[in-house]
C-alpha cells in the first residue's frame, strides 16, 4: 500500500445513501486509500486503477470495525453499485466503480524542466563572464575581437538582461553624469565602427561599461540652511551714568 501521495473525493459522495453511516463513510475511504492508482501486478494478477486485493481480516485491521460491522459496510457500498467484489478462495478483488480516472504520470517532464532550467542558468552565467573577459581583452588590447562578435555580443545581452533592459540616455545621465556618458558615447561610436558591430545597440553596452569602469555618482547632499543670526539688541543701560554712580558710592565709603 502506498504511504505517500493523494487520492481525490468526489464531491457527490455526499449525495450516497449510507454518507451518514459512519462505519460505511470509513470503509469507502479505506478502500480508496488501498486502491492501486494505475495498472500494475501483484503475485501474478494485474490490478487496473481503482482496484485492491484485500480480505475481511485486513479490512478489519484497517479499520477497527468488527466482523459484521466490516461485512455490513461493504453490502451497503455493493448495494449502491459503489464496489464490486470479486472473491476466491484466498482473497477477494474489490473494484471501486466510481474511481477517478488515472492522471498521467508527468515525473519525468517535471525533472526535464527542472535540468533544462538549471542549464539554462549555467549557461547565462558563462556567458556573462565571457562577456567580461571579452571587454578587458578589448581595453587592454591583448586579442583581437572575433568576426562573429556581434552575433556574441547580441548573446551577452541577453545573458545580462537586468543590465540592458530599459536603460537609456537618461537613465544613465542620471547615474553618471551628461559628460561621462558623451565621452563613452564617443568611445562607443569607434568601437562600432572598428569592429563593424552595426546592431549592437549603444546604451545597453554603454551600461555595462561604466557598471565595470566606474560606479554611479553619488548625490551630492544639499547644504544645510541656517537661519541667519539675531542681531544683538542694543543696551537701553546708560554706561556713563552707571560709571558716575559707582564712582559716588566709592567717594562716600572712603570719606
Not at 212 to 227: C, F, G, H, N
Request: proline share 5%.
Amino acid at each position: 500500500m502506498l504511504e505517500n501521495g493523494f487520492v481525490k473525493l468526489q464531491r457527490d459522495i455526499t449525495q450516497r445513501k449510507w454518507f451518514k453511516d459512519r462505519n460505511t463513510l470509513q470503509m469507502y475511504v479505506t478502500l480508496l486509500l488501498r486502491a492501486a492508482y494505475r495498472e500494475s501486478e501483484f503475485e501474478g494478477i494485474t490490478l487496473k486503477a481503482g482496484q485492491l486485493i484485500t480480505s475481511i481480516r485486513k479490512l478489519m485491521e484497517a479499520t477497527y470495525l468488527t466482523e459484521q460491522q466490516t461485512r455490513t459496510a461493504l453490502n451497503h457500498l455493493k448495494a449502491t453499485g459503489d464496489i464490486t467484489v470479486q472473491s476466491t478462495s484466498k482473497f477477494s478483488i474489490i473494484t471501486l466503480n466510481h474511481y477517478p480516472a488515472p492522471q498521467p504520470d508527468n515525473t519525468r517532464d517535471i525533472k526535464r524542466d527542472i535540468t533544462q532550467g538549471i542549464t539554462q542558468n549555467i549557461n547565462i552565467i558563462r556567458k556573462k563572464e565571457e562577456c567580461k573577459e571579452e571587454y578587458q581583452e578589448e581595453e587592454e588590447g591583448a586579442s583581437p575581437a572575433p568576426a562573429s562578435v556581434e552575433n556574441d555580443f547580441s548573446s551577452c545581452s541577453n545573458a545580462s538582461e537586468h543590465l540592458t533592459d530599459d536603460l537609456d540616455r537618461q537613465r544613465l545621465v542620471k547615474a553618471y553624469g551628461n559628460t561621462l556618458v558623451e565621452r563613452y558615447e564617443a568611445k562607443f561610436r569607434a568601437w562600432a565602427a572598428a569592429k563593424h558591430a552595426a546592431n549592437v545597440p549603444m546604451y545597453p553596452t554603454i551600461a555595462k561599461w561604466l557598471a565595470m569602469d566606474i560606479a554611479p555618482r553619488e548625490k551630492t547632499p544639499p547644504t544645510p540652511q541656517y537661519p541667519e543670526p539675531v542681531p544683538k539688541r542694543k543696551s537701553s543701560i546708560d554706561t556713563e551714568k552707571l560709571r558716575r554712580a559707582v564712582m559716588e558710592q566709592y567717594r562716600r565709603k572712603t570719606i
